[in-house]
């Protein structure tokens, strides 16, 4: 061990302990510094690839314009085919708490005109009031 530290002193080095657990302990010669950018370069790069589906919202009315209705649509189509997982929330003001189901018929156009590029995930949960529906991106595809 020491012979290889005056080693790596005589060559302006560093001696790093690559495996100290075990028998004997595997060492190397070289420069830490440049050790340690390139095992960050590395962890960055593969961040990089990786894609975790994030979640996104959209937020919907029960009694939504045709043109405003289409803008979300544009949204939802956006995001579930950059492969994110998109919730759909409606949100029922007033007296639209009576008629539920013209918010439930807004939501199931929204997944009618989603259907080639996402699946719904379970039924309509109602809290209160909104009522929210995930929806997945087709994976294969």
Not at 2 to 10: F, I, K, Q, T, W
Not at 26 to 48: P, T
Not at 75 to 86: I, N, W
Not at 93 to 110: S, V, Y
Request: aromatic share 4%.
């Amino acid at each position: 061990m020491s012979d290889a530290l005056n080693l790596a002193r005589e060559r302006g080095l560093d001696l790093v302990c690559v495996a100290p657990q075990s028998i004997p302990p595997v060492c190397r010669i070289l420069d830490y510094g440049k050790y340690k950018y390139e095992l960050n370069k590395r962890d960055k790069e593969s961040k990089k690839k990786q894609h975790f589906g994030r979640l996104k919202e959209i937020k919907l009315k029960a009694r939504i314009e045709e043109h405003d209705y289409q803008v979300k649509l544009r949204k939802a189509v956006e995001f579930l085919s950059r492969g994110d997982k998109l919730k759909l929330t409606l949100t029922l003001r007033g007296r639209e708490m009576i008629r539920q189901d013209l918010g439930r018929k807004t939501l199931a156009r929204m997944i009618e005109d989603l259907k080639d590029l996402g699946q719904a995930e379970g039924n309509f949960r109602t809290m209160g009031r909104r009522i929210t529906i995930l929806v997945t991106p087709h994976t294969g595809r």
